[in-house]
């Protein structure tokens, strides 16, 4: 947290006083039509954890704000995994109805090794996960999530959402915190009780604000791609993992089943600041040279790759600090291979609202919120960590993977992750 402003912004910092584009902090404890006036809390970042965080905080009885650097809606990115214990936080906030529309529900999740030259182990998902988890297990491309739940939260009375906004700093008091935000009519303020950072994995809250280490690079790159399902119906149905030497590839259905998108992750140093760096097909299959060829022939499909490099946040840094709170990527930014960046900021929120709306004093609220989620995220970002080297093993430790997995068998390895998706919402 800085504890001083320059320029000419200082003056309405001090004075609490929001400019244009930011609203007054509430100063009357009712409102016009008698009814209490809501406690205002700002929020960094309107991606799926931003965006998640204003609907439940709404429903907790709040007002908030929410800062988005971008101009336009997020048409990036491609697949996302919504698991039953965040669906089940989506369905308490009412934020489900647009889910049915575009989400696929893959039968079961096919494991197959290089090593073994196909399918070891079929995890089943489909019925069997409603049943055994009461949500369904889906798939969806992230800029429909993140439309729909763009159209939930802009649809609610007490959430404002400016674009073109970005949080650059803040100055904390014994009332309220006000921030400051860059927009491209220039430099203004604005006040609330709590600064919430869902500002990703490069938060500007996390790194300026509290002074914290930035994400560490983990030495792999993820190409994405997405093919219309024509080309390879044979997926339409089930997610695919492929694991093989310093690389695996993932694949599942999207845009309700009309488009299959890939993720192929190989061991690499490069790194940037950027989720959609352009990449070629040539570059991804230098990286697959010798894999089975029904492998590369799909690889070879796509028309345009794009690639990001992974980071992730490692155990042991704090979540919340006085008025200020991380949540999702911005807390804990992990390796996506447990399917979890999305659930877990999708859960941060919920609970997060909880607290705040439970404990007036909003820095125990927030200590709270952190004390509550810590252990379970860690947790994720271990097992995280360890399919990562589990994935790309080579030689007898493939092997030993491969007869591991094939003893087990689907409907144990399933089980192995029910503390993950039979998670509730209190
Ligand atoms: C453009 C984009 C594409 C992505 N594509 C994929 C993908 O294909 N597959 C996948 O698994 N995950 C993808 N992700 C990441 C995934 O959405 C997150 O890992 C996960 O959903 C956790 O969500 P989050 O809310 O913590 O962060 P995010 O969903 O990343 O949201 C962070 C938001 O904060 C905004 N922001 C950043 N800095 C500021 C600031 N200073 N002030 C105001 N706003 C700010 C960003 O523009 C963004 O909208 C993508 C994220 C983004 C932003």
Redesign the pocket.
Known sequence: MTDHIDGELEPDLRSGQATPSGSPAPSCRTQPDGQPARRRIIV?????????AALALERSGFSVQV????QQN?E??????ISPNAWRVLDALGATSFLEETTSKPEAIQINSVRAGGKIARIPLGKEAVQRYGAPYCVIH?ADL?KGLMEVAESRPNIEINRG????DGVEDEDGITVEI?GESGVSSSRGEALIG????????RRRLLRLPSADYAGRV?Y?ATIPVEKAPELANHTGLWMGDRAHLVHYPIGSGREI?L?AVVDDEWHEEN??APASGEEVLEHYKDWPLPVRKLLALPQRWLK?ALCDIGPGTIWAEGRIAL?????H??L?FM?Q??A??IEDAWVLARCLAEEADVDEALMEYERKRKQRVERVVRTARDNARTYHMKGVMALARDTGIRYLGGQRLLSRYDWLYKWQPE
Do not use: K, Y
């Open positions: 960094a970042g309107a991606g799926i954890g931003g965006l998640t800062l988005e650097r971008s997020g990036v990115g491609a697949g996302i995994q992230r993140h906004l970005a949080l650059a860059q869902a500002d990703g994995v490069w938060s500007t809250v993820a994405r998108n993720v989720w959609s990001w949540l999702g990527d911005a807390a930014a992990m996506p399917a960046g999305g877990m900021a």
